[in-house]
């Protein structure tokens, strides 16, 4: 047990401290206004705290406000992947499509914002450049690129796990005398590829959503890739009122469900068997009907053992490879598609409508830039190692440097200026997933090390908020200005989580989770996959166990 024995400050807003001298402008600054910054205001306002978000786009949604690339769309349903804090909410708004297209899901978002009258308190168009710890006041101090300057006794990092798109360093991009665009920074207004000859480059989930709807539209597509990714029909439909009215007379149900499940996604039963323990046969029937329903955590959820046995992975693998020879007619093609060395699932497993059938039209070709990697892009299009293609048009879907990019593209600074870039050099260091240790009173959204991107995103937001928004509210309670992650604890808790990973098939892949499609990004597993059910259980007993392994200013800390 060990003491920090700070004085409290009176100099806060309702004079539960807010440092030495001086009176921030706020009690909670917030970077981002995605899924998380939104609900991230809603708590704090609650509270009755200064909250303002401060997002760089030119509209509020994060990942949905720039990923409007055509065909992007959910892979969770909407159902689940919508907020569950208010019931009212969730009773009014009404799905189109089991899994909602971007326009919709931005659509909603905004809507939360007017309905709860959140807009007045975020400032679009302000990308934040550092955040700085003032150590003597116990504040925090956060400037934005255009010269902005906030204070505040809290800062809340609602930045997101897939905000900084990555354009590989190909030379000659400069020079390229086409259009091109990133997935994940799209325009605005529409692009028209009509009678265009287009490459895409990068098939994970962005270039498997956009690569069919392009391919309706170009003279020629040229699809460039360097990993084939195991994909499965999403079977979107139109969601009719009748089956979204059922769903909503048992809305509580449905969502108090979703917090005792792995991924946080109500209904689907957890499997009762290995996949082993079954027969051939019924084995393939399993999978079969998995296929045929659609979506990817039901497939997943066929057997207990498939992210843990790579027996059991390869049954549902070589399945999926059998779909992939059987739909595509050139074997050829087929063979290049299908994926060879890792276990499904263990990169993220993509939904599609239509990805592999595309690759029929006499128009598509597939390029294997594993083989023949890409060198260079020229002024007339894509020059790989063994060929050149010529395009009017290129598109990126290289994704992002993901989980800890757009922390560190923020010059965050903690005790004795202590840059998190730095003390994250060898890979990010939470504890929880919520804070790091030396940088008191900054909590981080679904940050590495909690399930993050390894859950429905917007119930994991929720979870980590509620905690986030009880912990600021237990210290303004006992007038404790300051709470900080352990050392201890941390590092006990990275252990954890890589323990965790280790028992599974994660690590078997190369994938943003590890940070391997980033050159020079430390290779550590960032997510925590022992299911969302079990964090959000590691979660509330900490509180139990009054804050275990965080450090209180006036209150003994209990170590974890
Ligand atoms: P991604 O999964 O990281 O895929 C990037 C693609 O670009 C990969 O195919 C990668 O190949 C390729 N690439 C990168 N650098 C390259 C290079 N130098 N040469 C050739 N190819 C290169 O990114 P994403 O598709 O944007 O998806 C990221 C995540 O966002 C997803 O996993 C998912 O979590 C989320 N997302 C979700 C949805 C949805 O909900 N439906 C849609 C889009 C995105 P390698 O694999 O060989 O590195």
């Given at each position: 047990?060990?003491y920090?024995?700070?004085?409290?400050?009176?100099?806060?807003?309702?004079?539960?401290?807010?440092?030495?001298?001086?009176?921030?402008d706020?009690?909670v600054?917030i970077?981002?206004a995605g899924?998380?910054?939104?609900?991230?205001?809603y708590?704090f306002?609650k509270?009755?705290?200064r909250?303002?978000a401060?997002?760089?786009?030119?509209?509020i949604?994060?990942?949905?406000?720039?990923n409007?690339y055509?065909?992007?769309?959910?892979?969770?349903d909407?159902?689940?992947?919508s907020y569950?804090?208010?019931?009212a909410?969730?009773?009014?708004w009404?799905?189109p499509?089991r899994?909602?297209?971007q326009?919709?899901i931005?659509?909603?978002?905004n809507?939360?914002?007017?309905?709860?009258d959140?807009?007045?308190?975020?400032?679009l168009?302000?990308?934040?450049?550092?955040?700085?710890?003032d150590?003597?006041?116990?504040?925090?101090?956060?400037t934005?690129?255009d010269?902005?300057?906030?204070?505040?006794?809290f800062?809340?990092?609602a930045?997101g796990?897939?905000?900084?798109?990555?354009v590989?360093e190909?030379p000659?991009?400069?020079?390229f005398?086409?259009?091109?665009?990133?997935?994940?920074l799209?325009p605005?207004?529409p692009?028209d590829?009509?009678?265009?000859?287009?490459?895409?480059?990068?098939?994970?989930?962005?270039?498997?959503q956009?690569?069919?709807i392009?391919?309706?539209q170009?003279?020629?597509?040229?699809?460039f890739?360097?990993?084939?990714?195991?994909?499965?029909?999403?079977?979107?439909r139109?969601l009719?009122?009748?089956?979204?009215?059922?769903?909503k007379?048992?809305y509580?149900?449905w969502r108090a469900?979703a917090?005792?499940?792995p991924f946080?996604?109500?209904?689907?039963?957890?499997?009762?068997?290995?996949?082993?323990?079954d027969?051939?046969?019924?084995?393939?029937?399993?999978?079969?009907?998995?296929w045929?329903?659609?979506?990817?955590v039901?497939?997943?959820?066929a057997?207990?053992?498939?992210?843990?046995?790579k027996?059991?992975n390869?049954?549902?693998?070589?399945?999926?490879r059998?779909k992939?020879r059987?739909?595509?007619?050139?074997p050829a093609?087929?063979e290049?598609?299908?994926?060879?060395?890792?276990?499904?699932?263990?990169?993220?497993?993509?939904?599609?409508?239509?990805?592999?059938?595309?690759?029929?039209?006499p128009?598509?070709?597939?390029?294997?830039a594993k083989?023949a990697p890409?060198?260079?892009?020229?002024?007339?299009?894509?020059?790989t190692?063994?060929?050149?293609?010529?395009l009017?048009?290129?598109?990126?879907a290289?994704?992002?440097?993901?989980?800890?990019g757009?922390?560190?593209?923020?010059?965050?600074r903690g005790?004795d200026?202590?840059s998190?870039?730095q003390?994250w050099?060898h890979?990010?260091?939470?504890?929880?997933?919520?804070?790091?240790a030396g940088f008191p009173n900054?909590?981080i959204v679904?940050g590495?090390g909690s399930p993050?991107v390894k859950?429905?995103m917007v119930?994991a937001?929720?979870?980590?908020?509620?905690?986030?928004?009880?912990?600021?509210?237990m210290?303004d309670?006992?007038?404790s200005?300051?709470i900080?992650?352990d050392?201890?604890?941390?590092?006990?808790?990275?252990e954890?989580?890589n323990?965790?990973?280790?028992?599974?098939l994660?690590?078997?892949?190369?994938s943003?989770?590890?940070?391997?499609n980033v050159?020079?990004?430390?290779?550590v597993?960032?997510?925590?996959?022992g299911?969302?059910?079990?964090?959000?259980?590691?979660?509330?007993?900490?509180?139990?166990?009054?804050?275990?392994?965080f450090?209180i200013?006036?209150?003994?800390?209990?170590?974890?």
């Open positions: 047990m060990r920090v024995d700070e004085p409290v400050s009176k100099s806060g807003a309702d004079g539960a401290g807010g440092g030495g001298g001086v009176s921030p706020l009690d600054v970077v981002g899924f998380a910054g939104v609900y991230a205001l708590k306002r509270l009755g705290l909250a303002r401060l997002e760089a786009g030119s509209g949604g994060g990942t949905w406000f720039w409007r055509p065909g992007a769309r959910c892979d969770v909407s159902v689940e992947y569950s804090f208010s019931d909410l969730q009773m009014e009404d799905w499509e899994f909602s297209a326009g919709d931005l659509r909603y978002i809507h939360v914002a007017d309905r709860f959140l807009r007045r308190d975020i400032q168009n302000t990308r934040v450049q550092s955040a700085t710890f150590e003597p006041n116990g504040i925090w101090r956060v934005t690129v010269g902005q300057a906030y204070t505040a006794r800062c809340v990092m930045t796990n897939l905000s900084l798109p990555r590989p190909f000659g991009l400069d020079t005398k086409g259009d091109w665009y990133h997935t994940g799209w605005d207004e692009v590829f009509t009678g265009r000859r287009v490459g895409v480059i990068g098939t994970g989930s962005s270039g498997i956009v690569i069919p392009i391919a309706k170009a003279s020629e597509l040229f699809v890739q360097r990993t084939a990714n195991f994909t499965l029909p999403a079977r979107n139109a009719s009122g009748d089956e979204l009215g059922q769903h007379t048992r509580g149900f469900e917090q005792n499940t946080g996604i109500a209904g689907h039963p957890a499997p009762t068997k290995n996949a082993l323990d027969t051939p046969e019924d084995r393939l029937a399993r999978f079969e009907a998995k045929k329903a659609g979506g990817s039901s497939f997943l959820y057997y207990k053992d498939l992210l843990t046995s027996a059991a390869d049954t549902a693998a070589e399945f999926v059998g992939i059987s739909t595509v007619k050139d093609t087929a290049l598609l299908v994926p060879k060395d890792y276990p499904i699932g263990a990169r993220r497993l993509c939904l599609d409508t239509g990805y592999y059938e595309t690759f029929n039209l128009t598509v070709t597939l390029v294997d083989s890409i060198v260079e892009i020229t002024e007339t299009g894509v020059k190692t063994t060929g050149a293609y010529a009017d048009t290129l598109v990126f290289t994704g992002f440097d993901a989980i800890t757009a922390l560190a593209d923020i010059d965050i005790r200026a202590l998190l870039k003390k050099a890979g990010p260091r939470t504890y929880l997933g919520l804070m790091t900054m909590f679904t590495p993050s859950a429905n119930c937001i929720e979870q980590h908020l509620n905690w986030i928004a009880d912990c600021v509210a210290l309670a006992r007038k200005r300051m900080e992650a050392a201890q604890a941390e590092t006990r808790w990275v954890h989580v323990e965790v990973a280790d028992a599974t994660y690590p078997l892949a190369e943003w989770y590890t940070g391997a050159p020079g990004k430390p290779r597993f960032m997510p925590y996959v299911g969302y059910h079990r964090y959000r259980a590691i979660c509330e007993e900490v509180v139990r166990d009054d804050y275990r392994g450090v200013a006036g209150v003994p800390a209990i170590a974890a």
